[in-house]
């Protein structure tokens, strides 16, 4: 089966610009999940769809940053407008069940903000 | 609320030395324990997994014991290759989420 896959692998765009990441998780996960890491610090939760539904979105740092899922297949995180706090990787995830299943990460975005 | 402290790095060795990984964690409730490694250019990858206390996961001569009396899940490995080079994720589950720790690399020299 194909994995997760995230687009671009790479971004690097100017302060108060705005960035689309994308998100294909494996075909049959309902649940999808976002999460970050900041220079070299912790992975940190951004959010965690349930299809197209928003389940947890406590971890989304601000309303700079804005997610969506339509029709719970792939899923977009735009940053707009981009600070440089935001630079990082950002990881998605997908499982079958949100709680037993084992999560399935993306490469992983790498954004720079200059 | 929940954390997950592991060892800085980077942690240098030599091929086949004897490796261990520090994790600590606070957590309420009874959490599952992971270790994911990153390897370079590649995406993150569930290593081991235990659910409950004094299970032991293993997996590609790593293993993990879950200790609740000591809140630990020390990851080692007996001798290590080059190829264990890579990023090492301690985390837990709290809910629907994984707390992580902050990463340590792992660097093999031959």
């Known amino acids: 089966e194909a994995g997760v896959t995230q687009f671009p692998s790479h971004s690097v765009i100017e302060k108060g610009q705005t960035v689309t990441l994308r998100c294909d998780p494996i075909s049959g996960h309902d649940n999808l999940y976002w999460y970050r890491r900041v220079m070299g610090k912790e992975i940190k939760f951004l959010l965690h769809f349930v299809k197209e539904s928003k389940q947890d979105e406590s971890g989304m740092p601000n309303n700079r940053f804005l997610a969506e899922r339509t029709g719970g297949t792939y899923s977009t995180l735009k940053v707009q407008p981009a600070e440089l706090e935001d630079s990082g990787v950002y990881f998605c995830a997908s499982s079958q069940e949100a709680r037993h299943s084992p999560l399935h990460f993306g490469n992983g975005t790498r954004l720079t903000v200059t | 609320g929940d954390s997950v402290t592991q060892m800085e790095g980077p942690v240098t060795l030599s091929e086949e030395a004897f490796l261990t990984i520090n994790c600590t964690y606070t957590a309420t409730g009874y959490p599952s324990l992971f270790w994911y490694v990153q390897y370079p250019g590649e995406g993150l990858q569930l290593l081991l997994k235990?659910?409950?206390a004094d299970d032991k996961g293993s997996n590609k001569g790593f293993e993990a014991t879950y200790r609740k009396e000591t809140t630990s899940f020390h990851l080692e490995k007996g001798s290590v290759q080059v190829s264990d080079s890579a990023v090492y994720f301690c985390?837990?589950?709290?809910?629907?989420?994984?707390?992580w720790g902050a990463g340590t690399k792992l660097i093999i020299k031959p």
């Open positions: 235990a659910t409950k």
């Open positions: 985390a837990l589950t709290s809910g629907y989420q994984l707390i």
